[in-house]
């Protein structure tokens, strides 16, 4: 009987350790670079055709490391990203300039891809819409 109590007073206090361990875990900021967009879509409303396509997604680097966008890609070539190619230092922004081609009459949603070294988010997918009016 005395074996036994010993045994579960033993096992008893390594799953404590362990849940401690855990919560001690949990509790520590991830280290890296962390993307936070200050919009994930903008809404050009009606344009006229020939209009002005541009726009712009600021993001910051909320981490504790430098952060790199290694690609911006558009879902199709009537867009076109440009963007910030320098590191971004951790609480600083940056930005990504879109241009759509508003020669295209019709409604338009398009996505554009941001690839980083972020650790909480390394794909972001951005989103334009509106409509091109003759």
Request: hydrophobic share 30%; glycine share 8%.
């Amino acid at each position: 009987m005395k074996k036994f109590f010993l045994l579960s007073l033993f096992v008893s206090m390594a799953f404590t350790m362990i849940n401690a361990q855990d919560v001690k875990t949990q509790d520590q900021p991830m280290n890296g670079p962390k993307i936070s967009f200050s919009e994930l879509e903008h809404n050009y409303g009606t344009l006229k055709k020939g209009g002005d396509g541009n726009c712009e997604f600021t993001f910051t680097n909320e981490g504790n490391e430098p952060l790199i966008l290694s690609n911006v890609k558009a879902s199709c070539g009537c867009t076109t990203p440009s963007w910030t190619k320098e590191p971004i230092m951790p609480g600083k922004t940056g930005t990504i300039k879109v241009r759509y081609n508003t020669n295209n009459v019709g409604g338009f949603t398009k996505t554009i891809t941001v690839t980083s070294n972020a650790i909480d988010s390394p794909r972001v997918t951005l989103k334009i819409k509106g409509k091109v009016e003759q």
